[in-house]
């Protein structure tokens, strides 16, 4: 059996007015992500993670910000695209560790939800998804509630 790990980062300006989209769904807030997609910085994450852990690059490699096609984009369609790019190569995912750091809104209520909507654009169970959050005490652009950022770490494997 093969294992490989892979990292992934993204983070979005946070603009009032716009939906905020987290992990695929809509979560209530003032404030949503800047972004050419729908700007879901765990999504994004997650992709990158894989993606890189399966030697493809980086998602703006496959989904350029500059591509009409992919302009206000669901970034689940991005997920589910990059899932089946590493199946291609014959990887199915181990699990998934994530962070998303982010001042507001407390996310804690929605990270069961965010699990299963992941799991089923995967086609992992829930209980392979780790999701935490963290603040940043008010530091930084995350702290001024400016913007949000998300970590991924990500195994997969082959047989």
Known sequence: MKIKVGFGFDVHQLKDGLDFWLG??????????????????????????????????????HFPDS?????????????????NM??????????????????????GPYIPEIQKVLASCMNIDSEDISIKATTTERLSFVGREEGVSA????????D
């Open 67 to 83: 591509s009409e096609e992919f302009k206000g984009i669901d970034s689940k369609i991005l997920l589910k695209k990059v899932v």
């Open 151 to 158: 970590y991924a770490t990500v195994l997969i494997q082959k």
């Open 86 to 107: 590493i199946s291609e190569r014959g990887y199915f995912i181990g699990n998934i560790d994530s962070t998303i750091c982010l001042q507001k809104p407390k996310i």
């Open 24 to 61: 695929g769904i809509k979560v209530p807030h003032t404030k949503g992500g800047l972004g050419h997609s729908d700007a879901d910085v765990l999504i994004h994450a997650i992709c990158d993670a894989l993606l890189g852990a399966s030697n493809l690059g980086d998602i703006g490699k």
